[in-house]
């Protein structure tokens, strides 16, 4: 379902895309669209209990919404210093993270049974800063949990915005879902030099 703001509802999960073709039906827009957020916070509480784990996760992969097709490719550290690669696309639009990230947070999460290979970590959030269609200013938000071999449980969440925008994202995928093919993958190594 699409709505005069973009917004494509799809089974529990909010795509928010910023379209460029024109000709897209109006929809009226959900009651529970306009509910507040609460998940933003979430990076920034949790890091301040002090517990970020070491590691890094990798991968790579697919999520179809509601028949919007969404591809990333990611190698992500822990620590925040280190060099990062994010990269987002859908419907002819592209995300690239700029190299550090503005936070990251490594946990597990114990409900989470990985198969091997085995991390001390399973689930990584995190924020950083990047390149919208070549144009800079963009925020993101993600959250990755690897639920074992070869990936059919793995989740992701995205959220891309301009920056001081982000009530209006180009992309938003929230809860965390499933990819539909690909495999997230977490490391307990941290191969990089600061």
Known sequence: MLNTRNTLIATGVLVALQMISPGIANAKKP??????????QAT????????????RFTGGG?????G???TRG???????????????????????MEEHLNTAFCSDDPEIKQAPPRAR?????????????????YE????????GEPGTNDR????????????????????????????LQAHDDQPHKK
């Open 31 to 40: 009651d529970h669209a306009k509910k507040p957020k609460q998940q933003a």
């Open 44 to 55: 920034t509480e949790e890091e301040s209990c002090g517990c970020n784990l070491p590691g």
């Open 62 to 66: 697919l999520q179809v919404v509601d």
């Open 68 to 70: 919007v097709r969404i």
């Open 74 to 96: 990611l190698t992500l550290h822990c620590d925040k210093l280190l060099s990062n690669n994010l990269q987002i696309n859908w419907q002819g639009n592209r995300f690239h």
């Open 121 to 137: 970590i399973d689930t990584f959030q995190g924020r950083g800063s990047g390149r919208f269609n070549t144009v800079g200013g």
């Open 140 to 147: 993101v938000r993600f959250k990755l949990i690897d639920a």
């Open 156 to 183: 992701m969440g995205i959220k891309i915005w301009e920056k001081g925008n982000e009530d209006n994202p180009v992309l938003e995928i929230w809860p965390p879902v499933p990819l539909t093919h690909g495999n």
